[in-house]
Nanobody, 117 residues
Framework: QVQLVESGGGLVQAGGSLRLSCAAS????????MGWYRQAPGKQRELVAE???????NYADFVKDRFTISRDNGKNQVYLQMNSLKPEDTALYYC???????????WGQGTQVTVSS
């Protein structure tokens, strides 16, 4: 079993920055990908960014050049540096881990990001 715990959310003014962290614990195998998703009230959960174990990244178009995803495999952590935040970035941000060996997906409980105008 794998547990994911997010942290770093909060309230920030438009144009500001936040850094989200996600710590994974439990039975973690090396062949995995981690990522960040978000869900705003009344909307579907959507991909923000994802990163493979080897460091390949993929970003949603709406965050390119503003957000950066990174990971520390030794610490089993993934990060999301968010710059130039906009009110429309307000959402609950979830961490996701995909275990390709066990073919399982794990989610964290989410951390709230609120951007005021």
């Amino acid at each position: 079993q794998v547990q994911l715990v997010e942290s770093g959310g909060g309230l920030v003014q438009a144009g500001g920055s936040l850094r989200l962290s996600c710590a994974a614990s439990g039975s973690i195998l090396g062949i995995n990908a981690m990522g960040w998703y978000r869900q705003a009230p009344g909307k579907q959960r959507e991909l923000v960014a994802e990163i493979t174990y080897s460091g390949s990244t993929n970003y949603a178009d709406f965050v390119k050049d503003r957000f950066t995803i990174s990971r520390d495999n030794g610490k089993n952590q993934v990060y999301l540096q968010m710059n130039s935040l906009k009110p429309e970035d307000t959402a609950l941000y979830y961490c996701k881990l995909v275990d390709y060996i066990r073919v399982r997906t794990y989610w964290g409980q989410g951390t709230q990001v609120t951007v005021s105008s």
